[in-house]
Structures are given as structure tokens and as C-alpha cells.
């Protein structure tokens, strides 16, 4: 026990510096090439992020997994490519972005590369670094380090780990949470919805957590933790910004699911908490308390369910709903909000079909609304509401072509390319149909068109 605990020490000493520093990161393999296994193994479609049963064990066993041999189970990184072309019903007006134009744009929206895998038995992780084309500048991108061991527990596997993550749900094993749901990918050229609950992303690359977690008999999964925003230097360093402000304390995040598996299908019912209170944002590397607090608390539910077979048809689908409640005296005192009480509320559903791994389809839907402010939702081109709600509606069209990623696949698992056509509808938009923005635009002129390649190798 106590080289164990040696062993696990140091693991998790090697696991922060990851965080912190991931050019140390040298012989980190990549997941296939680590497993031996073909990329549908692990996702559905034969690429990520949607996680299969395999999946999700994978993950929650600290990404520790062994099975590939030779010198490729020992490549220390991947690398991604994502271009696009998108195009709005009607154009924006003026430019989207430096260098593009006001519609109708190509773009390398980003170029990253991962150092992923197993560091021990005990340990492993997955550490993202993004360029992101748009805004020409680097980041840190997802980040997911664990300490894990099973335990033999009334002759039935209990799995204890702990995590080290840089946003709430980007450790989660299910697709139905925020960080790895549908959309998988989107444009950053064109307008979207203003409110987003703090659970979407408002800690995403801002924040660190740290998380106890609990796997009991590959069912039952119960996660803990804490988080807490970076503060100046480790924004610049890690490339990020505030999203609604610096935590004024530790935010408590709770995950709670059961996962049942049966004849080549899974189901799964969840929820998750977070609670978090801010010293409003007034810029990107500052955070003034000094006129009171905001804070947010989500409570969502979220399900799933996946039929895989034999892998000639595959069907998934994945849903969420997350109430929020806002207290936002900071942002009131400070004449940014109307009034301090609000609430937001978001459903988001997605239904997916492959056909033979390599054919999909993909229908998504998603509806935003609240309590009416306003001065948070105020008017503005293209981005404010004239009415002060937060009220939205969109449905998502995708279809989608994998030629790789298969057990015979062509270079593989070296190579992965998936392509895909997606096209967003908006039956509402901040609050609005009609002139939702006080300055003309109607839901409708935001409908996108997105052509996407995406590759990894």
C-alpha cells in the first residue's frame, strides 16, 4: 500500500505538471494507437467526441488502457485540423472578424494538437492546445488529468478517482452534458444566441476544479469537486478570459448517473449541479467586487440512449435541461442588469443515425428562455434583443461522411477525416421573430450554413 501511495503521488505530481507546463509532455500516446483498438471502439461514427460504452470506461479508467504494441502504441501526440465555410441568410453587414468578411467566409477555425494517454496505471490525461484561426491567437484547450484504481468492493469493481479538469463537464463521461455535446462543432463567424447558462461554458479554459469521482459495478457514477476561476497570470499564460466574472469562492460542482448496458445498447439518466458566485467581470483580466456578488446555480438533468448492434445501424440520442437561477446583485448595483433576480432556462436534444459507421445523420434542437432584463439582454446589431428576453429556438440539420476510422480502415487508425454539411434554423432569436434586435435583423437572416472538414492524425 504505501508503494502504491508512492507511486499515485507522483503520478499526481506529474499529472499537474502536465496542466501547468504541457511541453513537458512528451510520451503521451494517443488513444488508438495506445489500445489497439479502431476509433468506432470508442466513438460512435467512427470519430469524436460521442463516447460508446467502451468509451466512457475508457475515460473513467483514467485513460490508462493498454493493448497496442510496437513503436506506434508509443507516439506521443495527435493533431487536428478543422476548416469550414459558413454563410448566413443574410450577411452581417460588416466584417465577422479580422481578415474575413461580412458573410460568406472560409476559415481554418482551428489547428490543435493533443499529448494524451496514459502516464501510469494509476494515471493518465488528455491536454488540448489550440490555435484558434479566427482570432489568430493560442490557448489552452480541454484538459482532463486523473488519478485512478479499482477496488474489489463486496466482489463487485469499484473505481475511485480523482480529476484535475479546466471546465465543468469536460471530464464528464456522457455526451448529453455541456463540454462534449451536440453541436460538435459550429461556426465563430456568425451570430448566436446571447444567453447561455454558466453550465454551457462560462468556466470553460477560465477556470481549475478538482474532483473526487466514484464508478460503482460500470453503473453508478458520482462525482464531487470544487472550482475555481485562474487569476491574471494564469490567464495570459493559458491564453483565456473571464466569462462572467472571477469566483469569489470555491464553486462546488456535484454528477450524479446510472448507466445500464445490454445487447450492444446503453441507456443512462443523470444530473449535475454547480454553484458559483462572481465578482462581476469588467474586462478580461479584472474582476470587481467591490458593488456585490453574482452568482448562478444550474440544476440540470440529462439522458441517453445508444444502440450499436452489430454496427451496421447505429442510433443515439441525447438530452438536456437546465434551470438556472441567477442572483445578480454585482451586475444590478453596477446598472448592467435590470434587477437581481432571474432565471434562464435551455433544452437541447439531439437524435443521431449512422450507417455502417461511416453515413450520418443528425438532427438537433435547441430552445433558450428566461426572465426578461432589459439591461443584460439590451438592444444591439445583430447580438441584443429588443424585448430584453433571452428567449431562443433552433433546430440543427447535420449530415455527415467518416470514410476512415474502422478496423480495416486506410492508415489507420493514423488518419481520420469526417465531413460534413450542417445547416442551423432559428424560429427565434434573443427574444425575437421579427426585428429581434431593435435595428431590423429577424431570426430567420441568422439561419447558417456550415461546411466542415475535420481531421485528426
Known amino acids: 500500500m504505501i508503494r502504491r501511495s508512492i507511486r499515485l503521488g507522483v503520478a499526481l505530481g506529474a499529472a499537474l505538471m502536465l496542466m501547468l507546463f504541457p511541453q513537458l509532455a512528451r510520451a503521451v500516446?494517443?488513444?488508438?494507437?495506445?489500445?489497439?483498438?479502431?476509433?468506432?471502439?470508442?466513438?460512435?461514427?467512427?470519430?469524436?467526441?460521442?463516447?460508446?460504452?467502451?468509451?466512457?470506461?475508457?475515460?473513467?479508467?483514467?485513460?490508462?488502457?493498454?493493448?497496442?504494441?510496437?513503436?506506434?502504441?508509443?507516439?506521443?501526440?495527435?493533431?487536428?485540423?478543422?476548416?469550414?465555410?459558413?454563410?448566413?441568410?443574410?450577411?452581417?453587414?460588416?466584417?465577422?472578424?479580422?481578415?474575413?468578411?461580412?458573410?460568406?467566409?472560409?476559415?481554418?477555425?482551428?489547428?490543435?494538437?493533443?499529448?494524451?494517454?496514459?502516464?501510469?496505471?494509476?494515471?493518465?490525461?488528455?491536454?488540448?492546445?489550440?490555435?484558434?484561426?479566427?482570432?489568430?491567437?493560442?490557448?489552452?484547450?480541454?484538459?482532463?488529468?486523473?488519478?485512478?484504481?479499482?477496488?474489489?468492493?463486496?466482489?463487485?469493481?469499484?473505481?475511485?478517482?480523482?480529476?484535475?479538469?479546466?471546465?465543468?463537464?469536460?471530464?464528464?463521461?456522457?455526451?448529453?452534458?455541456?463540454?462534449?455535446?451536440?453541436?460538435?462543432?459550429?461556426?465563430?463567424?456568425?451570430?448566436?444566441?446571447?444567453?447561455?447558462?454558466?453550465?454551457?461554458?462560462?468556466?470553460?479554459?477560465?477556470?481549475?476544479g478538482s474532483t473526487v469521482y466514484a464508478w460503482y459495478d460500470r453503473s453508478l457514477y458520482l462525482e464531487a469537486g470544487l472550482y475555481n476561476t485562474y487569476n491574471k497570470r494564469m490567464l495570459a499564460l493559458t491564453g483565456n478570459a473571464y466569462g462572467p466574472g472571477s469566483t469569489a469562492n470555491p464553486a462546488p460542482y456535484l454528477r450524479a448517473a446510472y448507466e445500464w448496458n445490454w445487447n450492444g445498447q446503453s441507456a443512462h439518466v443523470g444530473g449535475i449541479y454547480l454553484h458559483s458566485n462572481f465578482n462581476p467581470a469588467t474586462g478580461n483580466f479584472t474582476s470587481d467586487g467591490s458593488m456585490g456578488h453574482d452568482s448562478y446555480t444550474d440544476y440540470a438533468v440529462d439522458g441517453g440512449y445508444q444502440y450499436i448492434g452489430d454496427g451496421t445501424h447505429v442510433v443515439t440520442a441525447l438530452g438536456i435541461f437546465d434551470h438556472e437561477v441567477q442572483n445578480l446583485v454585482g451586475s444590478t448595483n453596477g446598472g448592467a442588469s435590470s434587477q437581481a433576480a432571474n432565471t434562464l432556462d435551455q433544452a437541447r436534444v439531439s437524435v443521431t443515425y449512422y450507417y455502417q459507421q461511416t453515413y450520418g445523420a443528425t438532427l438537433g434542437w435547441q430552445k433558450s428562455w428566461g426572465?426578461?432584463?432589459?439591461?443584460?439582454?439590451?438592444?444591439?446589431?445583430?447580438?441584443?434583443?429588443?424585448?430584453?428576453?433571452?428567449?431562443?429556438?433552433?433546430?440543427?440539420?447535420?449530415?455527415?461522411?467518416?470514410?476512415?476510422?474502422?478496423?480495416?480502415?486506410?492508415?489507420?487508425?493514423?488518419?481520420?477525416?469526417?465531413?460534413?454539411?450542417?445547416?442551423?434554423?432559428?424560429?427565434?432569436?434573443?427574444?425575437?421573430?421579427?426585428?429581434?434586435?431593435?435595428?431590423?435583423?429577424?431570426?430567420?437572416?441568422?439561419?447558417?450554413?456550415?461546411?466542415?472538414?475535420?481531421?485528426?492524425?
Open 29 to 208: 500516446p494517443s488513444f488508438a494507437l495506445q489500445t489497439g483498438q479502431p476509433c468506432t471502439s470508442c466513438h460512435i461514427g467512427a470519430y469524436g467526441p460521442q463516447l460508446t460504452a467502451f468509451g466512457r470506461a475508457f475515460k473513467i479508467g483514467g485513460y490508462t488502457q493498454t493493448g497496442g504494441d510496437g513503436w506506434q502504441a508509443a507516439v506521443p501526440a495527435s493533431f487536428m485540423l478543422l476548416g469550414s465555410y459558413s454563410n448566413t441568410t443574410k450577411g452581417q453587414g460588416a466584417p465577422a472578424a479580422n481578415n474575413y468578411g461580412a458573410n460568406g467566409n472560409f476559415a481554418m477555425d482551428q489547428i490543435s494538437a493533443f499529448l494524451a494517454g496514459r502516464i501510469t496505471d494509476y494515471a493518465g490525461g488528455m491536454v488540448q492546445v489550440t490555435f484558434d484561426g479566427i482570432a489568430s491567437a493560442g490557448y489552452l484547450d480541454n484538459t482532463d488529468l486523473r488519478l485512478t484504481t479499482p477496488f474489489d468492493f463486496n466482489e463487485t469493481e469499484l473505481r475511485l478517482g480523482l480529476d484535475v479538469n479546466n471546465n465543468p463537464t469536460v471530464q464528464d463521461p456522457y455526451n448529453s452534458s455541456y463540454a462534449w455535446g451536440y453541436p460538435y462543432v459550429s461556426s465563430a463567424l456568425v451570430p448566436t444566441p446571447a444567453a447561455q447558462p454558466l453550465l454551457a461554458g462560462g468556466l470553460a479554459g477560465n477556470a481549475i
Open 371 to 457: 426572465t426578461a432584463n432589459p439591461a443584460l439582454y439590451a438592444p444591439a446589431p445583430l447580438s441584443g434583443s429588443n424585448n430584453g428576453k433571452p428567449n431562443s429556438n433552433e433546430f440543427i440539420f447535420e449530415a455527415d461522411y467518416v470514410p476512415f476510422g474502422k478496423a480495416d480502415s486506410w492508415a489507420g487508425p493514423w488518419v481520420n477525416l469526417k465531413v460534413g454539411a450542417q445547416y442551423t434554423l432559428y424560429t427565434q432569436f434573443n427574444g425575437g421573430t421579427t426585428n429581434y434586435d431593435g435595428y431590423g435583423r429577424n431570426a430567420s437572416d441568422n439561419n447558417t450554413l456550415y461546411l466542415f472538414a475535420w481531421m485528426i492524425f
